[in-house]
C-alpha cells in the first residue's frame, strides 16, 4: 500500500510539472509575440510607413509639377495626392451631365492622373482603390418634401456626378495599358452633403460642390505578419 501511495504521488507530482512546463512555454510564447509585436511596431512598421509615405509625396509633387505646367485648376494634397475638383469645373448647376468644358478638363487632367500615379509601381501597389467622390452643398431642393428627402436627393445627384466622372475617365487618353489595374482600383461614392467644406464655421456652398479623387492605401495586419514569421521563419523544433 506505501508503495502504491509513492507511486500515486509520484504521478501527481509528474502531472503537475508537465502542467507548470507547458505553461511557462505558453508564456514564454506570450511574451515573445508581444515583444516582437513592439519592436516592429516601433522600428520596421514605422520605418515602412515613413518610407511609403515618402515616395507618395514625391509623386504627388510630380503630379502638382505637371497639372501647373498644363495650367489645370486642382486642388492636390501635397501629402496624401487626394484632388478635389469644383462642380463648375465640371457641370451646370444641379446637373449631373458633365459640360463640354467639363469634359475638355477631364481630357486635360486624367492622363496626367493615370498615367504619373500607375508609372510608379511601389507607390500604385500600395493603393487600393481609388475612391470617386460627389458632394453637394446642403441647399434645399424646391421638391424636397422634408430634410430627409433633401439628403437623398443631394445622395442620388453626389453619386450619379462621380458616376458620371467615373465613365468619362475611360474616354480619356491615358495610357491603356493601365486599364485593367484602373478597372480594379475604381469605386464610385456618393456623399450628399456629410461632408462641407467650412470657412469660418459656416458652410461655403460653392466650394462644398465639388468631386473628389482619393486614394485608399492598403492596411498591413501586423497580426499576419507575426505569425507567418512563426510558422515558416523558425516556428517549429
Do not use: C
Amino acid at each position: 500500500m506505501a508503495i502504491a501511495g509513492k507511486k500515486s504521488g509520484s504521478v501527481e507530482a509528474g502531472d503537475n510539472n508537465v502542467f507548470w512546463t507547458t505553461m511557462s512555454d505558453l508564456m514564454l510564447g506570450l511574451a515573445i509575440i508581444f515583444m516582437t509585436l513592439f519592436v516592429l511596431a516601433m522600428t520596421g512598421f514605422t520605418q515602412e510607413s515613413v518610407e511609403q509615405r515618402k515616395q507618395q509625396i514625391e509623386v504627388n509633387k510630380e503630379l502638382i509639377d505637371k497639372l501647373k505646367s498644363e495650367s489645370i485648376e486642382a486642388q492636390v494634397d501635397p501629402m496624401t495626392g487626394d484632388i478635389k475638383i469644383s462642380d463648375l469645373q465640371l457641370f451646370e448647376l444641379g446637373s449631373y451631365t458633365l459640360s463640354a468644358k467639363g469634359k475638355q478638363y477631364l481630357d486635360k487632367l486624367m492622363p496626367i492622373y493615370v498615367n504619373t500615379m500607375f508609372s510608379k509601381e511601389d507607390v500604385i501597389s500600395q493603393i487600393e482603390n481609388i475612391l470617386i467622390q460627389g458632394h453637394t452643398d446642403s441647399q434645399m431642393f424646391s421638391s424636397a418634401k422634408n430634410p430627409d428627402d433633401q439628403y437623398l436627393k443631394n445622395m442620388e445627384l453626389s453619386l450619379q456626378r462621380a458616376n458620371s466622372v467615373a465613365e468619362y475617365i475611360f474616354k480619356t487618353n491615358y495610357d491603356k495599358k493601365y486599364n485593367e489595374q484602373l478597372k480594379k482600383m475604381l469605386v464610385v461614392e456618393g456623399k450628399s452633403f456629410s461632408e462641407p467644406i467650412l470657412v469660418n464655421g459656416k458652410e461655403d456652398y460653392a466650394k462644398s460642390r465639388r468631386v473628389e479623387m482619393r486614394l485608399k492605401t492598403k492596411k498591413v495586419d501586423i497580426t499576419e505578419v507575426i505569425f507567418h514569421g512563426i510558422l515558416f521563419h523558425g516556428g517549429g523544433e
